[in-house]
């Protein structure tokens, strides 16, 4: 009789997703492990076959050298950049991560944020709850319009697009911009107007960033980018943290050279720059633009499948890293 594969998940999961990993594989949890350091979660997947990975945890070189036993890793996200996925490939340990499903979760919050940062919600919830609302005042706390505003999308995948789809029913015009403009059709039905990115941020009153990080756009909104913005512009990021420097974009806020910014994703999180908390006109959630318990479970399952097939000798539906297969198959 084949024994189960031994899997780490390296996060808190649903008590569903548990189940479905049980029904594959021995399962470690970390049901009590509110977090691991590098060292820890190296320790704790040593002797595993695969691991389910969410939020800062990384496999880089240094895990995969002391887990050599690992074959798959799944991640429950859509981004993988805590992944080195050229050093998996090289070892023929394959990759998958969970596309498609968070899509209208994700740019549901990137909605909110584009609101609560024109009408100041955060600040509008700390004015009242600290009993500053003492009277009625015409000019107290006034905000931007959202409707019939231009909104320039840097990034137009699946998370862009459900943030286009939503920005008609607030009759904006919409900008974007994308490495490769998106098929004619679908920019017709989209009504989205592609745009050099300096184009878009110089026209946008707001930004909102939805594309994935990799070294190439590090530091794609810097002092440079940010300085092209309209001084009434906001800039919203449910991308990932690196893509904008907060650094440079704390300045800009502090001196009022552009009005707000809603932020999910941060550099280095979840440290945060703590010059970005000081000021009265960003509004800072913890990156939890999948954060509803229906699209969050959807996305541990896909991650199992994803594990189970990995680690069965299927092809994952989700597999980033195809070329692992045939490093295996030379192993
Ligand atoms: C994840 C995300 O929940 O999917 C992504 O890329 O940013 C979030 O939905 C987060 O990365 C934790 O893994």
Redesign the pocket.
């Known amino acids: 009789m084949s024994s189960k594969p031994e899997v780490l998940i390296s996060c808190h999961t649903f008590e569903e997703v548990l189940e479905h990993a049980r029904a594959h594989f021995t399962v470690i949890d970390s049901q009590n492990t509110p977090a691991h350091t590098p060292a820890e979660l190296r320790a704790r997947a040593a002797g595993m076959q695969g691991i389910l990975?969410?939020?800062t945890d990384r496999v880089d070189q240094a895990f995969l050298n002391a887990c050599a036993s690992i074959r798959a890793v799944a991640?429950?996200?859509?981004?993988?950049n805590t992944i080195d996925v050229d050093a998996c490939t090289a070892r023929g340990v394959l990759a998958t991560?969970?596309p498609g499903i968070?899509d209208d979760t994700?740019a549901d919050l990137g909605f909110a944020l584009i609101l609560a940062a024109a009408r100041r919600l955060g600040e509008a919830e700390r004015y009242v709850r600290a009993g500053r609302w003492t009277h009625w005042q015409n000019d107290l706390l006034l905000g931007r319009d959202v409707h019939h505003a231009t909104l320039g999308i840097v990034g137009m995948g699946r998370i862009g697009q459900a943030l286009a789809r939503r920005a008609r029913g607030f009759d904006m015009k919409v900008c974007y911009h994308n490495r490769s403009r998106v098929p004619a059709a679908e920019e017709a039905a989209l009504d989205a107007q592609w745009l050099p990115l300096d184009e878009l941020l110089a026209n946008a009153d707001i930004v909102c960033l939805c594309l994935p990080y990799s070294s190439a756009v590090h530091h794609l909104i810097g002092a440079r980018e940010i300085a092209l913005m309209k001084p009434t512009a906001l800039l919203v990021n449910i991308a990932?943290g690196g893509i904008v420097d907060d650094a440079a974009l704390a300045d800009a806020l502090a001196e009022h050279r552009i009005a707000g910014a809603g932020l999910d994703?941060f550099e280095g999180e979840p440290a945060l720059n703590p010059r970005l908390l000081g000021l009265d006109n960003v509004v800072v959630v913890p990156?939890i633009?999948?954060?509803t318990r229906a699209t969050?479970v959807k996305?541990g399952l896909c991650a199992v499948n994803n594990l189970r097939a990995a680690l069965s000798g299927e092809t994952p539906p989700n597999l980033i890293n195809p070329q692992a297969l045939a490093v295996r198959r030379a192993q």
Do not use: K
């Open positions: 990975l969410t939020g991640i429950s996200a859509v981004g993988y991560n969970t968070l994700t990932r994703v990156h633009g999948s954060a969050r996305m």
